[in-house]
């Protein structure tokens, strides 16, 4: 099985620590992973801007790069969601039907395709898990709070339990947006802020030593607020707690 | 071309292709008991629930509950003693203080009460003019969900006009407190009967 | 028109209060999530409402057709209005039969839409909005900032003095049971006085020809049943088909909208009262515009019930008035743009689309899917807030290429390490206003994977 790693364009050049994480978890659990490095980016950011029509040319290189391989993992389920749920604006030929149907978000990978029940993972401490938004409503990684009776499962937190010494905090809101939303984050900055700082504060106020996503971008976003106010929390993507040996 | 002709043609080149719609099952509680269910949820509402025996008692209730020198109106036809509909007149019962009338339909889940115009006396604004409502309403006729309510209701055959009735009015608009008595009933009382 | 943004910043500007507003409609999306949680079938009924709605649209010409000769039957006269203008005359019109100069009113977006209010005063009618909300606003001479809880921005303090001027309650009262019993009084004279009532309607039943109605005030009951002549103005897209249908509505539509199992009362009026006279007015208004454009049609299943801007985290903390619109929030968002897209067009950007209006949408509307549709379509027609078309070409086509990429991210990296900090250069000004950049690191993931490519060998 040939895994390609696919890591967002900010993640790439902001948060490398993140994805070697990524990459070095896959590698852990026995996976014949690959980073194409002609990869570019999931077209998301213009396409949520309105210009999907401007993206075509991401879309139909991103195909073009991770066709060959059986699964295409990436650690944002942010970007899985577009491929799989904004590709439609292309022809679905085969690769592209391929492609959009292999791509996964890590913790989909681990959970469904790898069935993982352990994790030789440690990290002794409090943590709150910020639901990020696409991954959640649109990857479907955990039930909504919105939705009713049906199995409350996270992969997440399914993950997270796995990892020895860790505790979860539980927040008043425990699927609320952080408010990052891509360009909306620059369009309307007092709410995007605001949502920010209401998130952090919900974390914050339940002891959390270390909010944890499985999205880099929502956490960027949270970590800008956290830095500029000297709010004594940290934050980091769920595959560096997954890859941690206890430090 | 008149509205009514240019609405129509417009849906007719706009409209979807034919979308089928659904049977929907008859949903009921999952609750046991429904009279408890009933009464639960129409307490939390801000109701209060009086069971009897005998609808014999049902006067006595209402005089435990409500000063006998005021102004009552009762649809009741076994309600001796108190004012029925004189006049069709509606402003005529503006200073009802209490106004009795019978419940057809009980429903569990929310509480409703379904009342038609037949049960006021044809004074359809009975229920809201009057300060407080009494509803008397048979513990037979309870339901669990509003499936079950609208399957005993069929379609409408004498009454121009019926209303679900789940509590006194109620407002919430001024931040959000909970004000019972808006511009209806300040209180209503279900009297239970067998 | 000022933009979302704009508006959404001066809402923040009294933080304390942006948290007041985001709480009240908190709670009541907690309240609503309790009261779901209670029914398991919930899931089975949003499909099942979907299902009813979408069929009703695929047949609308002929349900309306049904609806219109049950009615009449009934007694009902039927009025049909293709915009707000013709709505507006034939209210007026029947208002000028029977010389009334007094109308009061329940709960109507509609009628909002149509801006019948101003529309009546101009003609020297006497209009009074009778539920508690919207007699508020209307004293203001504000509109609803919320489809269901119209007052819902205003502090109690601030409808005490209102009322104190309006109502001559004490000064300084605030308390809302006593402000409650002076607008009851103040309505209880108008209910007596107007000749006429109109309401909006929640459903309409095509097998018989009724106009349902809900409310918790008893506002709407009052105005139909004391007044001789009821006026029922219903968009098109209101209709059911079976009388049945409603059970389906009414378990959704109250535990949406405030979490209580049912509205206090849920009115069915099938004819007039005795003497009396009944009209229904079908309101299409761009609705037979918004059907025909796939993509958004089924934006027309909403029964209004609110909970998409209970939930809204933007909603909730830039209030409705930010929206400019009839309808905020975002089945606004993705309503008004139909109607005037240069105006409205910026709507669908104020949104993180985060998807929880659409998860708890009681009909199943895909709001934050329709959101993203109209953005694409703000862009196509050149408009501002699409963002401009070349550079996102040029973007896009750098986007696709490795070289341009690459070369592009190692230049944003360097120099952030050049300018650490909270400097404000590039686009990014608006970031940091309030937020500090990513610390750069050192190297990349990419050159980091080239390494350990290299030394791999």
Redesign the interface.
Known sequence: MKVGLFIPCYMDQFYPQAAIATYKLLLKLGCDVEYPEGQTCCGQPLANAGNEAASRGSYLHFVTMFEKYDYIVAPSGSCVYHVRHHFDTLDQTDAVKKVRAKTLDLTEFLLDVLQISSLPAKYPHKVGLHQSCHGLRGLHLATSSELVNKPSASKLHELLSMVEGLTLVELDRKDECCGFGGTFSVKEPAISVKMGKDRIKDHFSKGAEVITAGDMSCLMHLEGIISRQNIPIKVIHIAEILNADGI | M???E???S?????????????D?PI?ET?ATDKKTLFIQ?LER?GSKVHCIDDSTQIHQVITTHFPEDKRMISTLPTLEGIEGITT?H??FY?GTEVAIIEGLIG?A????LWVTENELG?V??LP??AQHLVMVISEKNIVG???E???I????TT???????????????????L?I?????RSLLVILTP | MMPHAQKAAIFNKDEARTDWHDASLWMVRKKRDFAVSEIPEWEFLREFASDIKMHTLSKLDDYLEAFEKAAIQNGAIVHWAADAKEHNDIVLSILNKHQAKKMVKSKSMLTEECHLNEFLELHNIEVIDSDLGERIIQMLDEPPSHIVLPAIHLKKEEIGELFHRELHTEKGATDPQYLTEAARHHLREKFHTAQVALTGVNFGIAETGEVVVCTNEGNADMGVHLTPVQIHSMGIEKLIPRRSDLAVFTRLLARSATGQPVTVFTSHHRNPKPAGEMHIILVDNGRTEQLGKPDFRSSLKCIRCGACMNTCPIYRRSGGHSYETTIPGPIGSILTPGIDLKKHGQLPFASTLCGSCTDVCPVKIDIHTQLYKWRQIVSEAGLPEGGNKTMMSIMGSGLASPSFFHRLGNIGRKLLRIFPGKERFLSFTVWTKDRDLPKAPVESFREWYAKQAKDAK
């Open positions: 008149p509205s009514k240019s609405i129509l417009k849906i007719k080149a706009n409209r979807p292709n034919l979308w089928p719609l659904p929907v949903f999952l949820i509402g069709l509606p402003d503006e429903v889940e929310n509480g409703a044809n359809r604004v809201f003019i969900t509003m499936h309510a609208y399957k209701l069929g379609l409408p009454a121009g006009f019926g209303v679900f009735i789940a509590g006194p009015s109620k407002t919430a608009d001024i931040e959000q407190s004000v008595g808006a511009q209806g009933a």
